[in-house]
T-cell receptor, first 110, second 113 residues
């Protein structure tokens, strides 16, 4: 079993739709959690950190459930520019090393 | 603020040759990481520097890979001799704190033929 598992996707949604991605992690010692966005043939870019209390940045909402070892990302009112691969990333805190999920590909269509 | 810079952006070498990748992190970022993505697989950790010290090199595949960060500024990753399975995209990233999210460089696409 992989340490970080994501919805395999791909997700194909119309503009304006709401889409949710799920991620589970197996190491209960994990301390920091992130969502990155990666466009085709580009580097990953940090989208947002994920906190236990949940956090929101515009149309994006991230949630963390430590008890279930589950992370989610919700995108509301999808835009064409949201089309990308979304990577769930888990870090053991001070150890620095991060573990990446395989990514979930989102395509937003007109 | 300048981002993380990697050089070269692409490299095509023959099996058995040597290649050296370079990474310049964001100024002031003590933490520097190397990651690799081989085709069809997830991004995987190679190693982590804190300043000039190797904090964790548990992801380095074998002793053909050598990473350095002399002076705690830029880092190099040398592959010698290169094998076909070393092909992939090598990403460098940096952060201020080890628990922070990273800023990635644009990567070096290495092809070993």
């Amino acid at each position: 079993r992989k340490e970080v598992e994501q919805d395999p996707g791909p997700f194909n949604v119309p503009e304006g739709a709401t889409v949710a991605f799920n991620c589970t992690y197996s190491n209960s010692a994990s301390q920091s959690f992130f969502w990155y966005r990666q466009d085709c043939r580009k580097e990953p870019k940090l989208l947002m950190s994920v906190y236990s209390s949940g956090n929101e940045d515009g149309r994006f909402t991230a949630q963390l459930n430590r008890a279930s070892q589950y992370i989610s990302l919700l995108i509301r009112d999808s835009k064409l520019s949201d089309s990308a691969t979304y990577l769930c990333v888990v870090n053991r805190g001070n150890a620095g090393k991060s573990t990446f999920g395989d990514g979930t590909t989102l395509t937003v269509k007109p | 603020e300048a981002g993380v810079t990697q050089f070269p952006s692409h490299s095509v070498i023959e099996k058995g040759q040597t290649v050296t990748l370079r990474c310049d992190p964001i100024s002031g970022h003590d933490n520097l990481y190397w990651y690799r993505r081989v085709m069809g697989k997830e991004i995987k950790f190679l190693l982590h520097f804190v300043k000039e010290s190797k904090q964790d090199e548990s992801g380095m595949p074998n002793n053909r890979f050598l990473a350095e960060r002399t002076g705690g500024t830029y880092s190099t990753l040398k592959v010698q001799p290169a094998e076909l399975e070393d092909s992939g995209v090598y990403f460098c990233a940096s952060s201020q704190q080890a628990r922070d999210g990273y800023t990635f460089g644009s990567g070096t696409r290495l092809t070993v033929v």
